[in-house]
């Protein structure tokens, strides 16, 4: 997979921020309490006329474009999200529409938090095999999230956290030596329960009862799922790093899940990448989902801080299943 890599990277943000001060009056907590806690001070929510594709397009126009790619030259778009339009069609159908790619094959992956590294896995995976008449047209990759609609205002466990956002890339032939190297994907169907959304699907559809139980509602244990990821996220890294010939000594940058700047800093020293650029944007948007990765990735390559060529790039995602992925990437093209 190394003769694949990323060519371009976009975001999108809503416009509407939304500040400590409003989710603490609503939670009963004090916005230090919530920066101390999460490490967030504001987030973002979309507009009422947008969903999940809409900010997906956003991210993806700015990701085609800094790659120098014309929509209809895409062969795929892999949307990673667990707040869909719809739970049917595809939010990547919409996304396809949006864009005017018209030639590209376009579907979701939902693997929660960790989805974004799951969808990249598989652009790159789709890449790797030339098309029928031998060319490699680049793919879209987009993680998108819209928890403003699923997360209940008065629960403090969550509405501190969640926000809203999307990020994208273009993946493409890159030279050798650079592009995706691997990645690493695992999942513990045992502990399905610590996050979800009880209503709404096949098991428990949608009713005025569930509504009344606030089952439509994303709901999280938190303690648990934190200790779900002290646990596992150390040995996810450094399973990644050996399968691959590395040390955690020569990650250049780190791009992890923006889950909770607090927690994710008491884990920098577990991780051993006391050399690598740790790149944790979530105090200005929270956790937006599989959005999160790439949101932050964007944000250091656009912000003077991102990977230079030749630079190892980590990316790691942990989230609801409870699945974990990460991925290395030697930067440029």
């Not at 739970?87 to 919409?94: E, H, N, S």
């Not at 646990?231 to 890294?237: D, H, I, K, N, T």
Request: some cysteine; glycine content about 14%.
């Amino acid at each position: 997979m190394g003769s694949v890599g990323i060519l371009g990277t976009g975001s999108y943000l809503p416009e509407r921020i939304v500040p400590n001060e409003t989710i603490a009056a609503r939670v009963g907590v004090t916005p230090a309490w919530i920066e101390r806690k999460t490490g967030v001070r504001q987030r973002r929510y979309a507009a009422p006329h947008q969903a999940a594709s809409d900010l997906a397009a956003e991210a993806a126009r700015r990701a085609l474009e800094a790659s120098g790619t014309d929509p209809e030259d895409l062969a795929w778009i892999v949307v990673a999200t667990s707040t869909p339009d719809h739970t049917q069609p595809a939010t990547a159908a919409l996304v396809q529409h949006l864009l005017g790619a018209r030639h590209a094959a376009a579907f979701d992956v939902n693997a929660v938090c960790s989805g974004f590294a799951a969808a990249l896995h598989t652009g790159a995976r789709l890449l790797a095999a030339p098309e029928a008449d031998g060319r490699r047209r680049p793919a879209l990759v987009v993680g998108t999230g819209v928890y403003s609609r699923i997360v209940d205002p008065a629960d403090r466990r969550t509405a501190p956290l969640f926000g809203d956002g999307a990020g994208a890339v273009v993946l493409g032939p890159v030279r050798e030596g650079h592009g995706l190297i691997g990645t690493g994907l695992r999942t513990d169907g045992s502990l399905h329960g610590l996050i979800g959304v009880g209503a709404g699907g096949s098991r428990t559809p949608a009713a005025l009862k569930t509504v009344a139980r606030g089952e439509h509602y994303f709901a999280m244990r938190g303690r648990d799922v934190r200790d779900f990821v002290v646990r596992e996220l150390p040995g996810a890294v450094e399973e990644i790093l050996r399968t691959f010939g590395f040390a955690p000594g020569d990650v250049d940058h780190f791009v992890p899940h923006q889950a909770n700047g607090e927690m994710l800093r008491s884990l920098l020293e577990p991780l051993g990448l006391t050399r690598a650029a740790v790149h944790l944007p979530v105090d200005f948007h929270g956790n937006t989902g599989a959005a999160s990765i790439p949101l932050a990735l964007d944000h250091a390559v656009r912000g003077g801080g991102g990977p230079a060529d030749g630079d190892l790039v980590l990316l790691a995602g942990f989230g609801g299943g409870m699945s974990m992925g990460t991925a290395l990437v030697r930067w440029g093209g």
